[in-house]
């Protein structure tokens, strides 16, 4: 027998399969996605095996056998292997750095055991040992047999902690046959402090159970359908999940649900785990190594039902998977920023497909590419445009910061936010101030000359804090703030901008009994943070919360009647195509928090661009009217989902190398589009650049990209399966990186079109 085996090293120039001969001594051991120890040139390492077969590739002679197992790794499931495959081939990227991505947890970890001290001897037996430990002055031996006789069973550590009880004292016992120690695997459960006595399960309203129903006459039909709920914020998605999750496991089956991890909070899992219990496993970053290997563990053994994690719990070993939910599916965070640069939207329709598993995507606010397929009826749309419970919409009021600066208001806040902040301090409700910045204050500048202070590693402002630090956040380098300006050396030097911190000091001064709290990148630092300053919120220990985009996420505060949504239009100008719907989206979803319970709810939107269709319509909340104005664009300029588009980085040590391979990688790609112009000219490829890349160097690499623009996926494919061979060729100075953007699995809506009308 012979296994072709894909090496535990993340270089293109090796990412094939090896064959190596499987001795007969591991005949019974290796299967498919078991890791393997194998001979690789003069060294010994890891690898997957993913194929066995009984004919030889090569010379058997030439052929060396498998070393052994890798006994500290987890084997990969034979679905997540071929999930692999269709990741790295879409995607880029090596066999290897997929095969990672699909492992949840690749090192095996000890597992947590409960020791118990149990006795063997019959209490007269005790009663008489413990006189003997009397009578001699055996004082530890004395509190032991005590302590094991009124409880009549002791947990081992804490006999040993608290007891102060040494181990060589029971272990003499234990010999002694007088007790045993029995041993148990128990799991890490991070909420396993949740009460479930008081839960009771909401009933849905007409408009939610007419959707519940017609996904769950689908799934019992077996018709495998992929859908799209747009709701509007508080129109109670997540309790049309519920239900549809329980038909699903009532059935046998089992639930991945995906939610961004800047939203995955305890107020959000304590919803599923009031309704499921133990019957849930949670995955995010803020779980221990051990808590993540037992989750895993858990679901590869069929123990839990319903996975809730970010988009790497898309990957969960489950041998019944019955339905995948996606809540807040125009998340940025769903989208891998590492090779391969998968997006889980995709990754869910691909996996869904082969396992016969519908995928719900839900949001308020659905990605262009979402809207687009459902619109093209490639997945079925449902609409909520009311809240749940009777709750009104907030009425929205814009501020025009340049009428507040004319009026002499050189404050953050304008004057109608101040009046309705102080209105809810009046009325002991509270508020949530939004502001997408993190750190005291933005970039540092010269008054005099216009010089930025720029980390030297990277192509950046520094952004100043509150410890008189600079602090560059793309590679972490940190300098003192100068006194002077390092070019002119003017005194006029400062900070530009408006951070977190400086909202939080600026609200202290306005309003001094206020109970403030701050959550943003800095604040929640250590495990417990989130839930600690969400808890205090939601039990009304603070009046106001200030904080990133982390406060907009999916929470529910029926306290909260004031929103207030400060430089709005921060992020509208940003080098991206997707600006404007990712300023609309966190516009909407910010107002969304405002007066989600009884009270009624207003929404403060301060900006210099007032007039923008972005704004305009996320101060009327809506969607569809955005959507139109937004796709026209996209169509114009052909970017996604109008058309699939492929970005190529070229990464170098030197900035002339860059220039040279990004005009290389250019002439390859016309060359690839003259020959197949005939083949191709129908599909509208169009290729820009090379130019330098948004963020042109960072940490000392300098960094050139050029965008492709095609209708067809698969052009832009065949593109990149071609430069990456010419990727293989580059010196160590220098890579390739591919980021797709727009291509589904189901495809643009104009290729859908051109498909099914193509005979």
Request: aromatic residues 8%.
């Amino acid at each position: 027998m012979y296994a072709d085996v894909i090496v535990n090293i993340s270089s293109e120039n090796v990412d094939k399969p090896y064959q190596y001969l499987v001795p007969e001594t591991l005949a019974d051991k290796i299967r498919p996605g078991c890791p393997v120890v194998i001979p690789f040139g003069s060294r010994t390492i890891n690898g997957y095996v993913i194929e066995l077969s009984e004919k030889p590739q090569i010379d058997p002679s030439r052929i060396k056998p498998v070393t052994g197992v890798a006994a500290k790794i987890n084997p990969v499931d034979g679905r997540m292997i071929s999930l692999a495959w269709w990741i790295k081939d879409r995607f880029g990227g090596t066999m290897n750095q997929a095969l990672k991505t699909v492992i949840p947890s690749s090192k095996k970890i000890k597992q947590l055991a409960v020791r118990t001290i149990e006795p063997i001897a019959s209490r007269e037996e005790l009663s008489s040992l413990l006189a003997e430990a009397v009578r001699k002055h055996h004082t530890a031996k004395e509190r032991f047999l005590r302590e094991l006789i009124e409880a009549g069973r002791l947990d081992y550590s804490l006999t040993v902690s608290k007891l102060n009880i040494a181990a060589n004292v029971i272990a003499k016992f234990e010999s002694d046959h007088v007790v045993r120690i029995r041993s148990e695997v128990v799991y890490r459960n991070p909420f396993s402090d949740i009460d479930r006595s008081g839960f009771v399960k909401n009933k849905l309203n007409t408009a939610q159970q007419a959707i519940a129903d017609e996904i769950r006459a689908d799934i019992d039909a077996g018709n495998r359908r992929d859908y799209l709920i747009h709701g509007v914020t508080g129109s109670g998605k997540t309790e049309i999940y519920l239900d549809i999750i329980e038909h699903v496991i009532e059935n046998g089956r089992q639930v991945i649900m995906l939610i961004p991890e800047i939203a995955l909070t305890y107020q959000t899992v304590k919803r599923f785990y009031m309704r499921f219990g133990d019957r849930i496993s949670v995955m995010n970053s803020k779980l221990s190594a051990g808590e993540r290997y037992d989750q895993y563990l858990r679901a590869k053994r069929g123990e839990t039902d319903i996975v809730i994690g970010p988009r790497s719990a898309l990957f969960t070993p489950f041998e019944r998977l019955g339905l995948i939910i996606i809540d807040e599916e125009h998340e940025g965070s769903y989208k891998a920023e590492n090779v391969p640069a998968y997006h889980a939207r995709e990754v869910a329709f691909k996996r869904g497909e082969d396992e016969n598993a519908p995928v719900i995507l839900g949001s308020a606010t659905p990605s262009l590419e979402a809207y687009t397929m459902a619109r093209a009826g490639l997945i079925r749309l449902f609409t909520l445009d009311s809240r749940a419970g009777g709750a009104l919409m907030p009425t929205v009021h814009v501020a025009d910061m340049r009428e507040e600066l004319r009026a002499g208001n050189r404050t953050v806040f304008s004057r109608v936010l101040r009046e309705l902040i102080e209105d809810r301090l009046n009325r002991k409700e509270q508020t949530m101030l939004f502001l997408n910045r993190r750190g005291y204050s933005g970039s540092v500048s010269c008054r005099s000359c216009g010089h930025v202070i720029k980390c030297p590693h990277c192509d950046i402002s520094m952004t100043l804090h509150n410890t008189g630090n600079m602090v560059c956040h793309y590679c972490g380098h940190t300098e003192p703030k100068p006194d002077k300006c390092p070019k002119c050396g003017s005194a006029y030097i400062s900070s530009l901008g408006l951070g977190t911190q400086k909202v939080e000091e600026k609200l202290k001064d306005l309003y001094p009994s206020a109970r403030i709290l701050r959550m943003d990148a800095d604040t929640t630092a250590s495990k417990d943070s989130y839930e600690r300053i969400l808890s205090a919120f939601a039990n009304e220990e603070a009046d106001i919360l200030i904080g990133t985009q982390m406060i907009v996420k999916g929470h529910d505060f029926h306290k909260c009647t004031l929103v207030g949504i400060l430089m709005a239009d921060m992020s509208l100008f940003a080098p991206d195509f997707r600006a404007g719907e990712r300023t609309f989206q966190l516009l909407t979803q910010a107002s969304g928090r405002a007066g989600r319970g009884e009270l009624a709810g207003d929404v403060v939107i301060q900006t210099y661009n007032p007039e923008n269709y972005c704004i305009e319509h996320a101060a009327k909340a809506d969607y569809v009217g955005f959507y139109e104005e937004e796709y026209s664009f996209r169509k114009v300029m052909n970017y996604p989902p109008a058309r699939c588009m492929l970005s190529v980085l070229i990464l170098s040590t030197t900035e002339e190398e860059a220039a040279r391979i990004s005009e290389q990688v250019r002439e390859r790609t016309d060359a690839y589009l003259g020959k197949n112009a005939v083949k191709e000219n129908a599909l509208q490829a169009r290729l820009i650049g090379p130019a330098d890349a948004p963020l042109a160097k960072a940490r000392d690499i300098y960094r050139k990209i050029i965008y492709i623009k095609a209708v067809d996926y698969s052009l832009l494919i065949n593109i990149k399966d071609l430069l990456a061979q010419y990727g293989d060729e580059l010196p160590e100075s220098a890579a390739l990186q591919f980021n797709f953007n727009g291509g589904t699995v189901h495809g643009t809506e104009e290729h859908q079109k051109r498909r099914r009308s193509d005979p």
